[in-house]
């Protein structure tokens, strides 16, 4: 049965591909998008049905805005949009207004979404509540990697266990991601942009299986999360790391 996924920040990376793991999977896509850059409307062209939002998680309005336009509450929200240590930077060369977005927008701009989408949850009394955090902050701390950054991710972890704690006795499941190191744009510019190719590639070769995850691999384990057989998860902060959460050390920037 077809079911209404919204996902924010879908327009690249892990969000991009879970736009495409849904859409095959059958499901009714709603993504959003931070700026035209991101080019939208090519992505509803690539997934027929697909509709795109435009969502500013640093404005209280534009996320009101964006529940307004919802054809309805979703049955499946997931969290993804957000700013890396890199690419913080496009909002302010001011170091103290960069940490404020990253806090805003990775954490509260994800309270106050879920705030107003869940009396909509409530309503209905079912749904999956997805929350991307990471694995610097979310799991373990990473040495070289932005405090407010690190600071951020660890508040959606919490967020996403207070949450479970309160909807333990609904029917409503909320879980959390923490992936690691993921052949996205946002990883290649907080991390291997400044690098020479060998030193790229001695990086690569050190992480957990020497490889990067690649972000199907994070949308699979989403989309599974939306099943019945993940209810018994409820609750659950995944090290979605290949193993670089319990050994962090790996990664030496």
């Not at 049965?1 to 892990?14: D, E, F, Q, V, W």
């Amino acid at each position: 049965m077809s079911r209404n996924i919204l996902i924010t920040g879908g327009s690249s990376g892990i969000g991009l591909a879970m736009v495409e793991t849904f859409h095959q999977n059958g499901d009714e896509v709603w993504f959003t998008y931070f700026s035209q850059e991101e080019k939208p409307e090519e992505i509803e062209g690539k997934f027929p049905g697909a509709k795109s939002f435009h969502l500013n998680l640093a404005d209280y309005s534009s996320i009101t805005d964006l529940v307004n336009s919802l054809p309805e509450t979703p049955e499946v929200v997931i969290h993804n949009a957000g700013l890396g240590s890199a690419t913080v930077s496009k909002i302010s060369s001011e170091v103290h207004k960069q940490d404020e977005a990253l806090l805003k927008v990775n954490a509260v701009g994800s309270l106050w979404l879920n705030d107003l989408l869940l009396p909509g949850f409530k309503k209905r009394g079912n749904g999956k509540i997805i929350f991307f955090s990471s694995v610097g902050g979310g799991i373990t701390q990473i040495p070289g990697f932005r405090y407010a950054d690190g600071m951020s991710k660890a508040a959606i972890a919490f967020l996403g266990k207070a949450l479970a704690a309160d909807l333990a006795e609904s029917q409503i499941c909320v879980f959390t991601i923490c992936p690691g190191a993921t052949n996205t744009p946002m990883f290649a510019a907080s991390t291997l942009d400044g690098l020479n190719e060998s030193d790229k590639i001695s990086l690569i070769a050190s992480l957990p299986k020497g490889r990067l995850i690649e972000p199907r691999e994070i949308a699979e384990l989403a989309y599974f999360l939306t099943t019945d057989a993940a209810e018994v998860l409820h609750g659950a902060v995944l090290d979605s790391s290949m193993g670089l959460g319990v050994n962090p050390g790996l990664l030496k920037k």
